[in-house]
């Protein structure tokens, strides 16, 4: 028994359970044992047990998601490549077109002009500003008295932002100096108003072509000439390209394109033989599943990657739980439930559009959740909902909506008590994956009314599939696993079973007794978060071999009427421990699930028959000559919180029924005592159960016990007057009147 973090670290605290009834040396030898006990731990062989389950799942579950399966019929093909045969669809299947999309959107962004900005009156006059200095360099080669002819053509020829022609670069240097002014007034008129227009980048060809249309008519040949050239190159955009606003004019025009969806039926002809593969047909043998991929050990890698990734996580969430490694069942179911349900996302989820929203993700959550707890079962949803998102290529909805919805289904099924449980997980697992659908396709998912309806459809059956195959899985569990499931429970736990029928009829002291002690122990169990439907039926359960001989116990004896009063103390006990025996013997007869099966020998672990073991040390008369182990039940103690739980709840019931206390507090009393017999006893040292626990056991049974042993009000004895009819008679004479009544 672990002593958890309730325990006080000076003994001489005592808690307020042993307050009383147990010494401090007995208590100090308690916290010892009960210590050692507590910090065993697990065996390495367990853990290398598991361990090795792991490695199984890693190696199969990589082999399944890499290997393409055998059943499928794939091409040899690539986008160019010639098909050699009429390639048709293998079944009816809608799909958004990822490359149909991307090209309507692109052809829409096409279409979207460029956007400029309004004409910037600061570049006019920065070109005007530059034409006049190019006027007035050239003014200064003009006159200059000491340079030749060829000299000056020399310096023109030099200017940069300038390339004038040889005719125009004489026609300058020829002109006298009244049209040399007239050209510049002109070069400057033309300049100011060709820029006073629009001009973009697209549109200044035109205007250069535009320019010798703005020379004046009184310019001669020579002056047009340098004005045209002048005025052309000077020429800039004043209106300059708005690169913000188109790119977000043209994302408005994808955005706006609807997703673009094929849909082939069966059979209908997606490559003709000798037509050339285009990426739209290349998509959708994709998307069929029907092409071979490439060999690309990047893409294995993260496969194998992932695979570890979700191993290392589970293996976190189950390091800490001791009944997976110890129990040789749960690794096992364990490790099925998850390579079928890779297997399963394998088959569904990739190229499958709705059939991948039919996953049923919950049967593992509540199979999980039934097998190894609640925490587990969460872990193991998480990570499949990664597991189906990435075989879904990336797609975080499908993923989402799966894990989620399937985390509601153990939670709202609970310990499965009741078939109506079932029914409502199942409407959970529907209703949450159509919300979660519907919150995805509100937060942006391309997606149309039609397939939505066809999802929605999808995640509806998958809450009704998923409650028929837990059903199924749980009728195979305890079938052939014999692991107790929620439904083997609620048909144990009928009165109608065949069991406890014949309790009721062969041993009606003891079924009453039975149902008394479930009650208890049903109390305790949700006190302190154990499996308060398990214990609940086994406490049925736990005296069934009492039908062997049921007159040989107490409850289901006449007043008056003791057999054990014939019978030697070693007799008697022999016929009281048999009880056990005989019980595991019927309980395999009527193929009791094995964790009900040990409430029997369980409940009464290795304690003394004290009662039969005094008599017989009175009888020998020196307790050295009595074999106390003739006197103790074969056990083993118990192992589980349940099983303990009962142990004291059946001691508790029988020592108040016979005692019949009469105040709370007396039965406060006899409980601290039982308690205290067992924990001292060792009985609870295998259980786990701490202290706390303990306490939280006591004040759940006090709660029960006092409404049913509550005293009870006496009420007065009603004295009858009997007379005889010739007393009557006389008396009525005597009166003189007629015949008195009989009260």
């Given at each position: 028994?672990?002593?958890?973090?309730?325990?006080?670290?000076?003994?001489?605290?005592?808690?307020?359970?042993?307050?009383?009834?147990?010494?401090?040396?007995?208590?100090?030898?308690?916290?010892?044992?009960?210590?050692?006990?507590?910090?065993?731990?697990?065996?390495?062989?367990?853990?290398?047990?598991?361990?090795?389950?792991?490695?199984?799942?890693?190696?199969?579950?990589?082999?399944?998601?890499?290997?393409?399966?055998?059943?499928?019929?794939?091409?040899?093909?690539?986008?160019?490549?010639?098909?050699?045969?009429?390639?048709?669809?293998?079944?009816?299947?809608?799909?958004?077109?990822?490359?149909?999309?991307?090209?309507?959107?692109?052809?829409?962004?096409?279409?979207?002009?460029?956007?400029?900005?309004?004409?910037?009156?600061?570049?006019?006059?920065?070109?005007?500003?530059?034409?006049?200095?190019?006027?007035?360099?050239?003014?200064?080669?003009?006159?200059?008295?000491?340079?030749?002819?060829?000299?000056?053509?020399?310096?023109?020829?030099?200017?940069?932002?300038?390339?004038?022609?040889?005719?125009?670069?004489?026609?300058?240097?020829?002109?006298?100096?009244?049209?040399?002014?007239?050209?510049?007034?002109?070069?400057?008129?033309?300049?100011?108003?060709?820029?006073?227009?629009?001009?973009?980048?697209?549109?200044?060809?035109?205007?250069?072509?535009?320019?010798?249309?703005?020379?004046?008519?009184?310019?001669?040949?020579?002056?047009?000439?340098?004005?045209?050239?002048?005025?052309?190159?000077?020429?800039?955009?004043?209106?300059?390209?708005?690169?913000?606003?188109?790119?977000?004019?043209?994302?408005?025009?994808?955005?706006?394109?609807?997703?673009?969806?094929?849909?082939?039926?069966?059979?209908?002809?997606?490559?003709?033989?000798?037509?050339?593969?285009?990426?739209?047909?290349?998509?959708?043998?994709?998307?069929?599943?029907?092409?071979?991929?490439?060999?690309?050990?990047?893409?294995?890698?993260?496969?194998?990657l992932l695979v570890l990734v979700f191993s290392g996580v589970m293996a976190a969430g189950l390091w800490r739980e001791e009944s997976y490694w110890i129990d040789?069942?749960?690794?096992?179911?364990?490790?099925?439930?998850?390579?079928?349900?890779?297997?399963?996302?394998?088959?569904?989820?990739?190229?499958?559009?709705?059939?991948?929203?039919?996953?049923?993700?919950?049967?593992?959550?509540?199979?999980?959740?039934?097998?190894?707890?609640?925490?587990?079962?969460?872990?193991?949803?998480?990570?499949?909902?990664?597991?189906?998102?990435?075989?879904?290529?990336?797609?975080?909805?499908?993923?989402?909506?799966?894990?989620?919805?399937?985390?509601?289904?153990?939670?709202?099924?609970?310990?499965?008590?009741?078939?109506?449980?079932?029914?409502?997980?199942?409407?959970?697992?529907?209703?949450?994956?159509?919300?979660?659908?519907?919150?995805?396709?509100?937060?942006?998912?391309?997606?149309?009314?039609?397939?939505?309806?066809?999802?929605?459809?999808?995640?509806?059956?998958?809450?009704?599939?998923?409650?028929?195959?837990?059903?199924?899985?749980?009728?195979?569990?305890?079938?052939?696993?014999?692991?107790?499931?929620?439904?083997?429970?609620?048909?144990?736990?009928?009165?109608?079973?065949?069991?406890?029928?014949?309790?009721?009829?062969?041993?009606?002291?003891?079924?009453?007794?039975?149902?008394?002690?479930?009650?208890?122990?049903?109390?305790?169990?949700?006190?302190?978060?154990?499996?308060?439907?398990?214990?609940?039926?086994?406490?049925?359960?736990?005296?069934?071999?009492?039908?062997?001989?049921?007159?040989?116990?107490?409850?289901?004896?006449?007043?008056?009427?003791?057999?054990?009063?014939?019978?030697?103390?070693?007799?008697?006990?022999?016929?009281?421990?048999?009880?056990?025996?005989?019980?595991?013997?019927?309980?395999?007869?009527?193929?009791?699930?094995?964790?009900?099966?040990?409430?029997?020998?369980?409940?009464?672990?290795?304690?003394?028959?004290?009662?039969?073991?005094?008599?017989?040390?009175?009888?020998?008369?020196d307790p050295e000559k009595v074999d106390e182990k003739q006197f103790r039940y074969p056990g083993p103690k118990p192992q589980s919180k349940e099983t303990a739980?009962?142990?004291?709840?059946?001691?508790?019931?029988?020592?108040?029924?016979?005692?019949?206390?009469?105040?709370?507090?007396?039965?406060?009393?006899?409980?601290?005592?039982?308690?205290?017999?067992?924990?001292?006893?060792?009985?609870?040292?295998?259980?786990?159960?701490?202290?706390?626990?303990?306490?939280?056991?006591?004040?759940?049974?006090?709660?029960?016990?006092?409404?049913?042993?509550?005293?009870?009000?006496?009420?007065?004895?009603?004295?009858?007057?009997?007379?005889?009819?010739?007393?009557?008679?006389?008396?009525?004479?005597?009166?003189?009147?007629?015949?008195?009544?009989?009260?």
């Amino acid at each position: 028994m672990g002593s958890g973090n309730d325990l006080p670290p000076n003994v001489e605290s005592y808690p307020p359970l042993l307050s009383g009834v147990v010494g401090r040396e007995e208590l100090e030898d308690f916290f010892v044992r009960s210590q050692g006990a507590f910090r065993q731990g697990l065996r390495p062989s367990e853990r290398v047990r598991g361990v090795i389950y792991g490695v199984v799942f890693v190696l199969l579950s990589a082999l399944m998601l890499i290997v393409p399966l055998p059943w499928e019929s794939r091409v040899n093909l690539k986008v160019g490549d010639v098909s050699p045969v009429d390639i048709r669809a293998p079944r009816k299947l809608s799909y958004v077109s990822e490359v149909l999309t991307k090209e309507a959107r692109d052809r829409a962004a096409a279409s979207v002009p460029n956007y400029y900005l309004p004409p910037d009156p600061s570049i006019l006059r920065g070109q005007i500003a530059l034409a006049q200095n190019l006027l007035d360099y050239i003014s200064t080669v003009r006159s200059d008295p000491y340079a030749s002819f060829e000299e000056k053509r020399r310096y023109l020829k030099a200017v940069s932002v300038l390339s004038l022609s040889d005719k125009a670069i004489d026609g300058i240097l020829r002109m006298s100096d009244s049209e040399w002014q007239q050209t510049g007034k002109e070069v400057l008129s033309v300049l100011s108003r060709a820029m006073s227009r629009e001009i973009r980048e697209d549109q200044l060809p035109e205007a250069r072509r535009t320019v010798p249309t703005l020379i004046s008519a009184y310019m001669n040949e020579t002056q047009s000439l340098v004005v045209s050239e002048m005025v052309t190159q000077l020429l800039k955009p004043n209106a300059l390209y708005d690169k913000a606003r188109t790119e977000e004019e043209r994302e408005k025009a994808r955005e706006s394109v609807k997703p673009v969806t094929i849909t082939y039926e069966k059979g209908e002809i997606i490559v003709r033989a000798g037509d050339v593969v285009t990426p739209t047909a290349m998509e959708a043998l994709e998307k069929f599943g029907i092409v071979s991929e490439r060999r690309d050990w990047r893409k294995s890698a993260g496969t194998v990657l992932l695979v570890l990734v979700f191993s290392g996580v589970m293996a976190a969430g189950l390091w800490r739980e001791e009944s997976y490694w110890i129990d040789p069942v749960q690794p096992k179911v364990l490790l099925f439930m998850f390579l079928l349900f890779v297997l399963l996302a394998r088959l569904m989820v990739p190229g499958h559009v709705v059939l991948g929203y039919l996953y049923p993700l919950a049967v593992l959550a509540m199979v999980t959740s039934a097998v190894v707890g609640l925490k587990i079962a969460v872990f193991g949803v998480v990570l499949f909902g990664v597991l189906v998102g990435y075989l879904a290529g990336g797609s975080l909805n499908i993923g989402a909506t799966l894990a989620l919805s399937s985390i509601t289904a153990p939670i709202v099924l609970g310990r499965g008590e009741r078939m109506s449980r079932f029914t409502w997980a199942g409407v959970a697992v529907a209703t949450i994956g159509v919300a979660l659908y519907a919150a995805m396709v509100r937060l942006g998912l391309d997606t149309d009314l039609r397939d939505m309806f066809q999802v929605s459809g999808a995640l509806i059956t998958n809450g009704i599939l998923s409650i028929a195959l837990t059903i199924l899985f749980f009728y195979l569990m305890g079938s052939v696993l014999e692991i107790t499931t929620p439904l083997q429970l609620i048909e144990l736990s009928r009165p109608t079973s065949p069991l406890l029928r014949q309790l009721l009829l062969k041993a009606p002291g003891t079924y009453h007794h039975s149902l008394v002690v479930a009650n208890m122990a049903e109390r305790a169990a949700d006190a302190i978060g154990a499996d308060s439907f398990l214990v609940r039926v086994g406490a049925y359960y736990h005296d069934i071999g009492k039908l062997s001989a049921p007159y040989f116990f107490s409850e289901n004896q006449m007043e008056g009427m003791n057999p054990h009063e014939r019978l030697d103390p070693y007799t008697s006990a022999q016929i009281i421990i048999k009880h056990v025996t005989a019980g595991l013997k019927m309980a395999e007869e009527h193929d009791l699930p094995r964790e009900i099966r040990d409430f029997i020998p369980q409940h009464h672990g290795t304690m003394l028959i004290r009662y039969f073991y005094a008599q017989a040390v009175k009888e020998a008369g020196d307790p050295e000559k009595v074999d106390e182990k003739q006197f103790r039940y074969p056990g083993p103690k118990p192992q589980s919180k349940e099983t303990a739980i009962l142990m004291l709840a059946d001691g508790v019931e029988a020592a108040v029924r016979a005692t019949a206390p009469k105040t709370q507090e007396d039965i406060d009393r006899i409980l601290r005592r039982i308690f205290a017999e067992r924990i001292l006893d060792g009985q609870l040292d295998e259980s786990r159960l701490t202290l706390y626990d303990l306490n939280l056991i006591r004040q759940a049974f006090l709660d029960v016990l006092k409404g049913l042993y509550h005293p009870r009000v006496k009420y007065p004895e009603l004295k009858k007057k009997v007379a005889s009819r010739s007393e009557d008679g006389e008396k009525a004479k005597d009166r003189g009147s007629g015949r008195s009544s009989v009260s």
